[in-house]
Structures are given as structure tokens and as C-alpha cells.
Nanobody, 120 residues
Framework: QVQLVESGGGLVQPGGSLRLSCTASGSIFSIDDMGWYRQAPGEQRELVARITRGGSTNYGDSVKGRFAISRDNAQNTVSLQMASLKPEDTAVYYC??????????????WGRGTQVTVSS
């Protein structure tokens, strides 16, 4: 059993900042890529940012230069620092991780999501 739990969502004014965190727990042997996706009402889920175990990153075009992803391999956590937030960043943000379990299975795990609302 593997779980991803997100935290840090909320309401923020345009131009503000917010930090999301996600912790993986359970029968984990190792974690490969970790990332954040988001889904706004009526829209498809889209990539926000991903990071490899070695620290290589890639970002969605709409967040480049404003968001920064990081991870702590020892703590099985991934974080997303969001700055210069815009109303169009409003969405449910989901944590994702590619996990090798202690039983030898590979899992594409998802968190339940955390709401981010950017509004004045």
C-alpha cells in the first residue's frame, strides 16, 4: 500500500505565493519521477512540473519562471513553490510519483488533490 498526501493549498490573492508539499508513504522501495499536475473545472489535467530522482526538472509552459519544484529523497517528499500567482492558476493540484514497491511492483501513484484558488 502506497499513499501520497498533499498539503498547502488554499486561497491567495493574485501576485501572491503558496507552497505545496506532498509526502509518499507505505511499502516504498524507491521513487523515480515525482511531479505536480493540476485540473481546473471543465479542463483536462495538465502537467505543472516534474522532477527526476537526480533533480532534473521540467515545467509546463504556463508556469515557467514562476513555479519551482524540489524534492527530498530521504523524506520521500516533493514540494512546489508557486509565486506570482494568477487567477488562471486556480485548480486542484495533484501530486504524482512513480514508485517501486518493496514487493517489486511499479506504481503510478496519485494524491487526492489540494485546492488552490487565486482570487481577490
Amino acid at each position: 500500500q502506497v499513499q501520497l498526501v498533499e498539503s498547502g493549498g488554499g486561497l491567495v490573492q493574485p501576485g501572491g505565493s503558496l507552497r505545496l508539499s506532498c509526502t509518499a508513504s507505505g511499502s516504498i522501495f524507491s521513487i523515480d519521477d515525482m511531479g505536480w499536475y493540476r485540473q481546473a473545472p471543465g479542463e483536462q489535467r495538465e502537467l505543472v512540473a516534474r522532477i527526476t530522482r537526480g533533480g532534473s526538472t521540467n515545467y509546463g509552459d504556463s508556469v515557467k519562471g514562476r513555479f519551482a519544484i524540489s524534492r527530498d529523497n530521504a523524506q520521500n517528499t516533493v514540494s512546489l513553490q508557486m509565486a506570482s500567482l494568477k487567477p488562471e492558476d486556480t485548480a486542484v493540484y495533484y501530486c504524482n510519483a512513480r514508485i517501486r514497491t518493496r514487493f517489486g511492483y511499479n506504481i503510478d501513484a496519485w494524491g487526492r488533490g489540494t485546492q488552490v484558488t487565486v482570487s481577490s
